[in-house]
């Protein structure tokens, strides 16, 4: 299992639907964003190749394309940290919203 990282704006990310930062707000914000695309499916090459449905803003920095998925009110990205968790609290901080880890741990 993966430690996920997630930006709500709860006081517990599992909270996130009582306060949430809504889909259409999201697609406003990151239309804004040239490094940042919209896409109902996420895709991941290797030996085998996976493809998962849902509601992702792909934010694409160096050769690195990094899902930030969009679900229950909150944005959350599996193993955060060094850039991605930069941008993470940039955009909690636009959206006035929090980062939090899956313990309640506030970044």
Known sequence: MSYDIHITRA???TDSA???ITLEELKTYFAAKKDFEYSNLFSIAGP???????????WSYEDIKVPF???KGRITVPEAEGEVM??????A???QAIVQGDEG???
């Open 11 to 13: 006081n517990h990310w």
């Open 18 to 20: 009582d306060n949430p």
């Open 48 to 58: 085998f190749n996976i493809s998962i449905d849902g509601e992702f803003f792909i």
């Open 69 to 71: 998925s969009y679900s």
């Open 86 to 91: 930069d941008k993470m609290k940039e955009i």
């Open 93 to 95: 901080t636009e959206l």
């Open 105 to 107: 741990e506030a970044y």
